[in-house]
C-alpha cells in the first residue's frame, strides 16, 4: 500500500491531533519524542490542521519510500517502517474525572478554562430542593418548554426560558455542555467531541466547574410537570 503524504511533530504536541481524527485513513507511528503521520490522500483541511500545529513538517512520498519535504526537491531520508497503527484507534479521549486533568497515555486531557467569550445558557444545574420549589409554583406554560434529570444531588434542566433561580447556568454545542464563562481546552470542535464520545441524538455531556464530568442519556431526560417533579425521587443519571 502506499501514502502520499507524511508528517512529523514532537510527541508534546499529540494533545493537537484530535481534530485529524476525522479524516479516514490517517495513521500514526510514534519514535521515541517524534509522532509520525501518515495518509493516503491529503485535502485542504488536513492540511491547514498539521500547519496550525507548531513544529510540524510535512513531506511528500517518491515511489522508493524516500521522503521530500514540503517545499524542498531533495529527499531529507526514508519513510519510518513503523509499526503503524490507525489516529482513530490511538487517540482515545478521557474525560475530567477529579479537579485535575488526568493524563494518560495516547490520550486527550479535557479541562476547562476562562473564557471571554459568553454563550447563552441552555442547561441549568440547580439543587433537588429548588427545583421542585419552582416546579410547584411556576405555569405550567413555562414547565411544557423545559425537560428535566435528576439524580439525589441535584437536578438538571434543559430548555428555553432557563429558570429564574439559583443555579449553574451551562452553554451547549453538538451535545457537549460546559459552565457560561468556560470553554474546555483542549479547543477540540464540539462535533467530534461528540463522535468520540459516542453521544446519540439528545445524549448530553456535562462538564462539571468543580471537576469531574457525567453523561446524561436522552432517555434519561423527563418532560417538566408537576406531577413528574413530584414522582422523581432521584434517579441515578450519571456518577460525579
Known amino acids: 500500500m502506499t501514502y502520499d503524504w507524511y508528517a512529523c511533530l514532537p510527541s508534546r504536541g499529540a494533545d493537537r491531533l484530535s481534530p485529524l481524527r476525522q479524516h479516514v485513513g490517517v495513521e500514526v507511528f510514534v519514535d521515541n519524542e517524534v509522532v509520525w503521520l501518515r495518509g493516503k490522500s491529503l485535502d485542504a483541511d488536513a492540511s491547514d490542521i498539521l500547519r496550525s500545529m507548531l513544529g510540524c513538517r510535512q513531506y511528500r512520498t517518491l515511489g522508493d519510500g524516500q521522503l521530500v519535504p514540503e517545499g524542498k526537491a531533495i ?70 418548554r423545559l425537560v428535566f434529570a435528576t439524580c439525589d444531588r441535584y437536578t438538571v434542566v434543559h430548555g428555553q426560558p432557563i429558570p429564574p433561580i439559583r443555579s449553574t447556568c451551562f452553554w451547549l454545542r453538538d451535545g457537549v455542555a460546559a459552565p457560561v464563562g468556560f470553554r474546555w481546552t483542549p479547543a477540540v470542535d464540539a462535533g467530534v467531541l461528540k463522535k468520540m464520545l459516542d453521544l446519540e441524538q439528545g445524549d448530553i455531556a456535562l462538564l462539571l466547574p468543580e471537576g469531574g464530568s457525567t453523561v446524561i442519556r436522552s432517555e434519561q431526560f423527563v418532560a417538566a410537570s408537576r406531577s413528574a417533579v413530584r414522582l422523581t425521587e432521584g434517579g441515578s443519571f450519571g456518577k460525579q
Open 75 to 144: 529527499p531529507l531520508g526514508y519513510e519510518p517502517q513503523g509499526p503503524w497503527v490507525p489516529l482513530r484507534s490511538w487517540l482515545t479521549l478521557v474525560l475530567p474525572t477529579g479537579r485535575f486533568p488526568i493524563r494518560t497515555a495516547n490520550s486527550i486531557p479535557l479541562k476547562l478554562a476562562r473564557s471571554s467569550r459568553v454563550e447563552p445558557a441552555a442547561l441549568a444545574r440547580l439543587t433537588r430542593a429548588d427545583w421542585l420549589s419552582y416546579a410547584a409554583n411556576a405555569p405550567q406554560a413555562r414547565l411544557d
